[in-house]
């Protein structure tokens, strides 16, 4: 009996402390500190990490007293494994608005606003599906098939197109007539949907199928202040299929729609044939019922986070998409009817469409904010990124960079397909307004960059005059103070002035975001109301207004042509070196931590692995040894801890202590996502936990403190890390020390001193939890 009191009481006193790394990935071996590490749980995509020697430390207790057993849990491969990580690039428009969804200011209640508020940013979502889609339509259908196609001289010099053009006399083979020529080329923009499923589809078994601990919602009293501790929160396995499903089906009736109707145009001209024209108004008939299906689809159901929700809708998953995969194979079959009178001429229609869209995304973005404000009012909290409104300019920023890459892929094919030689049309007069508009706006954005820069030149100046009493250069004896170094000075200072920059964030997001809006109309009423490029349109006028429309329409082209073969390098680089994956997966840390609610088509939210991963880590171990635990977590890997936390038991949570260091916890997420991270939320998080410390410091872009109210902050926020260690050369420190800014906290001895305090508060010995409040499956019951 005594040694078994012994093993147990041993057993109780480990300790086990949790590494949670941050954005741009890192090895076990750095992380841990040791070139012989070994995977203790997981896979090669997210695992947890020990060294060699601490494999069986929970059977070595004594040898591990007064510290903490190292964990590792590496889950980088998430966001930047294999090469076909590359294609997520395709994706970054509906990742953006994807983020739109989880900015929604902080509210009283959950009220109709709330939701209308996520109504709103799914039909953003859809319509940027749709213009993905049509900007396909654009290339294949219009530029090659219909007026490259169908002009002698551009067919003849595109020996690939030969089955497909006409001769001199608008005459050909069997695949020369327009129809076949659009049912035929549909295949592309059909191929680039089937795309979207297929990685949403992959993406969506891998990520959005990881359980997390299923538990009984906690009651409402106060303490519950984010929907992050809900046990569906993290698994949105079934929105994410029926977005899916009505995605997939509004890209294939967008499709059909370009194939149909210009089939069905020609028939309702006089003379057409009767049946056709009578299949043709079916057709159309059954498209916008489709249309209005798919809309019904996105706006019935938003996420369900109280309850673990595993039912599929399996039928409508299946449904939808067939269905409009059957219209888009009548559509082709349609427009494929033999019509030998039928000729291509001019463009197809797309500056209608292209112009609806953008109308539809103008008014889904001023609804957004209007709905935003109105949220925002209810609970105002001035540190909220442009006062409630950053979800409605992160929207608007997801529209303009959607159009960029379909406006620039339509004008680079077309001047691959046509050069300077002005045998076809071109694309939609819009596509060229639309381009005409960035160089007013990077403008704009010059004027925000040189107002930052005598800011960030104001700011150095006053830290310039602050490091030296930081570092006490004149406070301190004779025989100990350091001499002042003016270049040492001004990098420190130049460092601490730089990385405030990040918060002067929400301005340049906003003005940008106005600007963008206010431009975007006015393409859209240039072009409709003149139907000419800007330069042609501008003929007659004043010679500094035609100077300046022919500048922007050729600076403009010039620019979406550059930035899309930037794209096409760095996706083809992305591909192919694993470094660059990873730089691009950085992205994807900071962007794909939420789940897909706005749009399935964005990355993956591994989010709803990883927490899962850690949650389940962190119930089992201490279940098992009842034995203390500091979950440690840097920059991202602070917000996957804190996400965690909340996911626990409260009995199980009451046993953690949290290390957050370089976190923007706060300083990012509080501020852009407060309804999930803001004040009361974090403060919630301090009073669930058992106890929480905060570095950071002055140098760091990204981390910053935590902030909370009253007596809540200092007992969380340690005051801000010197950084560099020492400001000359000491004892300790014989070379200059190095500038760490968000890198490296673990270096800081204040940090082992920290982990020491928290480690000496949390209890050891405590019960273990009973078995009861072992993690349930399948979101059954659970008691504490």
């Given at each position: 009996m005594a040694a078994e009191?012994?093993?147990?009481?041993?057993?109780?006193?480990?300790a086990l402390e949790l590494l949670v790394h941050g954005v741009g990935g890192t090895t076990p071996q750095e992380m841990l500190d040791d070139p012989r590490t070994v995977r203790?749980?997981?896979?090669?995509?997210?695992?947890?990490?020990r060294r060699v020697e601490d494999a069986d430390a929970e059977s070595r207790a004594q040898d591990y007293r007064g510290k903490p057993v190292p964990e590792a849990y590496v889950w980088c491969n998430l966001t930047s494994g294999n090469g076909s990580r590359a294609l997520w690039l395709l994706l970054l428009p509906f990742m953006v608005v994807n983020l739109a969804h989880w900015m929604r200011p902080d509210a009283l209640r959950r009220s109709r606003a709330v939701r209308f508020y996520g109504l709103l940013v799914r039909l953003t979502g859809l319509t940027l599906t749709v213009l993905f889609v049509a900007a396909a339509c654009e290339v294949a259908l219009d530029l090659t098939a219909w007026q490259c196609a169908g002009t002698a001289a551009c067919g003849e010099r595109r020996a690939w197109l030969g089955?497909?053009?006409?001769?001199?006399?608008?005459?050909?083979?069997?695949?020369?007539?327009?129809?076949?020529?659009?049912?035929?080329?549909?295949?592309?923009?059909?191929?680039?949907?089937?795309?979207?499923?297929?990685?949403?589809?992959r993406t969506w078994s891998a990520y959005e199928s990881q359980l997390p601990p299923g538990h009984e919602p906690e009651p409402d009293d106060g303490e519950t202040s984010t929907a992050l501790g809900k046990p569906g929160f993290w698994y949105g396995r079934r929105l994410v299929a029926r977005l899916r499903a009505a995605h997939t089906a509004a890209g294939l009736l967008t499709v059909a729609a370009a194939v149909g109707t210009s089939a069905a145009r020609h028939d309702r001209a006089p003379g057409g044939p009767p049946l056709l024209d009578v299949l043709g108004w079916a057709l159309v008939a059954a498209l916008l019922a489709g249309a209005l299906l798919v809309v019904g689809v996105v706006v019935?159901?938003?996420?369900?986070?109280?309850?673990?929700?595993?039912?599929?809708?399996?039928?409508?998953?299946?449904?939808?998409?067939?269905?409009?995969?059957?219209?888009?194979?009548?559509?082709?079959?349609?427009?494929?009817?033999?019509?030998?009178?039928?000729?291509s001429f001019g463009r197809l229609p797309g500056d209608a469409t292209f112009g609806a869209i953008a109308l539809a995304e103008g008014a889904l973005v001023v609804a957004l904010a209007v709905v935003a404000k109105a949220i925002y009012r209810t609970a105002p909290d001035r540190r909220t990124a442009l006062r409630g409104l950053g979800g409605p300019a992160t929207a608007m920023l997801a529209c303009a960079l959607g159009g960029v890459m379909s406006g620039g892929t339509a004008q680079r094919v077309a001047d691959w397909l046509d050069g300077t030689s002005g045998l076809i049309?071109?694309?939609?007069?819009?596509?060229?307004?639309?381009?005409?508009?960035?160089?007013?706006?990077?403008?704009?954005?010059a004027v925000l960059c040189a107002a930052l820069a005598v800011r960030t030149a104001r700011l150095k100046k006053r830290e310039k005059a602050r490091v030296p009493l930081d570092y006490h250069l004149d406070g301190r004896p004779a025989e100990h103070t350091e001499p002042s170094d003016a270049a040492r000075t001004d990098r420190i200072a130049g460092t601490r002035a730089r990385a405030a920059?990040?918060?002067?964030?929400?301005?340049?997001?906003?003005?940008?975001?106005?600007?963008?809006?206010?431009?975007?109309?006015?393409?859209?009423?240039?072009?409709?109301?003149?139907?000419?490029?800007?330069?042609?349109?501008?003929?007659?006028?004043?010679?500094?207004?035609?100077?300046?429309?022919d500048t922007a329409q050729a600076l403009g082209s010039w620019l979406i042509g550059v930035g899309f073969l930037l794209f096409v390098t760095w996706g083809r680089r992305a591909y192919k070196d694993p470094s660059a994956r990873r730089t691009i997966g950085i992205l994807?840390?900071?962007?794909?931590?939420?789940?897909?609610?706005?749009?399935?088509?964005?990355?993956?939210?591994?989010?709803?692995?990883?927490?899962?991963?850690?949650?389940?880590?962190?119930?089992?171990?201490?279940?098992?040894?009842?034995?203390?635990?500091?979950?440690?977590?840097h920059s991202q890997g602070s917000v996957l801890a804190a996400a965690a936390a909340w996911q626990l038991h409260p009995s199980v949570r009451k046993r953690v202590g949290l290390l957050t260091y370089g976190s923007?916890?706060?300083?990012?997420?509080?501020r852009w996502f407060p309804a999930h991270f803001g004040p009361a939320a974090l403060a919630s998080l301090h009073r669930q936990v058992d106890c929480w410390r905060n570095l950071h410091r002055r140098t760091d872009p990204i981390g910053g403190p935590i902030g909370l109210p009253g007596e809540c902050g200092p007992q969380v926020d340690h005051p801000a890390l010197l950084d560099p260690l020492a400001y000359g050369r000491t004892e300790r420190h014989p070379l200059p020390a190095p500038i760490l800014g968000h890198g490296d906290y673990r270096a800081d001895p204040v940090f082992a001193e920290e982990r020491a305090r928290l480690l000496a508060r949390l209890t050891p010995g405590v019960p273990r939890p009973r078995p009861e409040d072992a993690p349930q499956t399948r979101g059954g019951r659970s008691s504490g």
């Amino acid at each position: 009996m005594a040694a078994e009191h012994h093993a147990t009481t041993a057993a109780d006193e480990t300790a086990l402390e949790l590494l949670v790394h941050g954005v741009g990935g890192t090895t076990p071996q750095e992380m841990l500190d040791d070139p012989r590490t070994v995977r203790v749980s997981g896979d090669e995509t997210a695992a947890v990490f020990r060294r060699v020697e601490d494999a069986d430390a929970e059977s070595r207790a004594q040898d591990y007293r007064g510290k903490p057993v190292p964990e590792a849990y590496v889950w980088c491969n998430l966001t930047s494994g294999n090469g076909s990580r590359a294609l997520w690039l395709l994706l970054l428009p509906f990742m953006v608005v994807n983020l739109a969804h989880w900015m929604r200011p902080d509210a009283l209640r959950r009220s109709r606003a709330v939701r209308f508020y996520g109504l709103l940013v799914r039909l953003t979502g859809l319509t940027l599906t749709v213009l993905f889609v049509a900007a396909a339509c654009e290339v294949a259908l219009d530029l090659t098939a219909w007026q490259c196609a169908g002009t002698a001289a551009c067919g003849e010099r595109r020996a690939w197109l030969g089955f497909l053009s006409v001769d001199a006399h608008g005459t050909g083979g069997w695949w020369s007539q327009p129809g076949r020529r659009l049912a035929l080329a549909a295949l592309a923009p059909t191929a680039l949907t089937a795309l979207l499923w297929y990685l949403s589809h992959r993406t969506w078994s891998a990520y959005e199928s990881q359980l997390p601990p299923g538990h009984e919602p906690e009651p409402d009293d106060g303490e519950t202040s984010t929907a992050l501790g809900k046990p569906g929160f993290w698994y949105g396995r079934r929105l994410v299929a029926r977005l899916r499903a009505a995605h997939t089906a509004a890209g294939l009736l967008t499709v059909a729609a370009a194939v149909g109707t210009s089939a069905a145009r020609h028939d309702r001209a006089p003379g057409g044939p009767p049946l056709l024209d009578v299949l043709g108004w079916a057709l159309v008939a059954a498209l916008l019922a489709g249309a209005l299906l798919v809309v019904g689809v996105v706006v019935h159901r938003g996420r369900s986070e109280n309850t673990l929700d595993v039912t599929l809708d399996r039928v409508l998953v299946r449904a939808l998409p067939y269905g409009a995969l059957a219209l888009l194979a009548l559509s082709m079959l349609y427009a494929g009817w033999s019509r030998p009178g039928w000729r291509s001429f001019g463009r197809l229609p797309g500056d209608a469409t292209f112009g609806a869209i953008a109308l539809a995304e103008g008014a889904l973005v001023v609804a957004l904010a209007v709905v935003a404000k109105a949220i925002y009012r209810t609970a105002p909290d001035r540190r909220t990124a442009l006062r409630g409104l950053g979800g409605p300019a992160t929207a608007m920023l997801a529209c303009a960079l959607g159009g960029v890459m379909s406006g620039g892929t339509a004008q680079r094919v077309a001047d691959w397909l046509d050069g300077t030689s002005g045998l076809i049309k071109g694309p939609p007069v819009l596509l060229s307004w639309q381009a005409s508009m960035i160089p007013p706006l990077l403008v704009v954005l010059a004027v925000l960059c040189a107002a930052l820069a005598v800011r960030t030149a104001r700011l150095k100046k006053r830290e310039k005059a602050r490091v030296p009493l930081d570092y006490h250069l004149d406070g301190r004896p004779a025989e100990h103070t350091e001499p002042s170094d003016a270049a040492r000075t001004d990098r420190i200072a130049g460092t601490r002035a730089r990385a405030a920059l990040t918060d002067r964030a929400p301005l340049i997001i906003g003005v940008v975001s106005a600007v963008t809006l206010l431009l975007g109309a006015l393409a859209v009423v240039g072009a409709w109301t003149t139907h000419e490029v800007p330069g042609t349109a501008a003929e007659g006028t004043y010679s500094v207004v035609q100077g300046a429309a022919d500048t922007a329409q050729a600076l403009g082209s010039w620019l979406i042509g550059v930035g899309f073969l930037l794209f096409v390098t760095w996706g083809r680089r992305a591909y192919k070196d694993p470094s660059a994956r990873r730089t691009i997966g950085i992205l994807w840390d900071v962007g794909t931590f939420w789940p897909r609610a706005a749009h399935p088509f964005a990355p993956p939210c591994y989010a709803e692995r990883a927490v899962p991963d850690l949650t389940w880590r962190m119930a089992a171990w201490t279940r098992a040894t009842g034995g203390r635990l500091i979950l440690s977590g840097h920059s991202q890997g602070s917000v996957l801890a804190a996400a965690a936390a909340w996911q626990l038991h409260p009995s199980v949570r009451k046993r953690v202590g949290l290390l957050t260091y370089g976190s923007p916890l706060e300083r990012l997420y509080g501020r852009w996502f407060p309804a999930h991270f803001g004040p009361a939320a974090l403060a919630s998080l301090h009073r669930q936990v058992d106890c929480w410390r905060n570095l950071h410091r002055r140098t760091d872009p990204i981390g910053g403190p935590i902030g909370l109210p009253g007596e809540c902050g200092p007992q969380v926020d340690h005051p801000a890390l010197l950084d560099p260690l020492a400001y000359g050369r000491t004892e300790r420190h014989p070379l200059p020390a190095p500038i760490l800014g968000h890198g490296d906290y673990r270096a800081d001895p204040v940090f082992a001193e920290e982990r020491a305090r928290l480690l000496a508060r949390l209890t050891p010995g405590v019960p273990r939890p009973r078995p009861e409040d072992a993690p349930q499956t399948r979101g059954g019951r659970s008691s504490g």
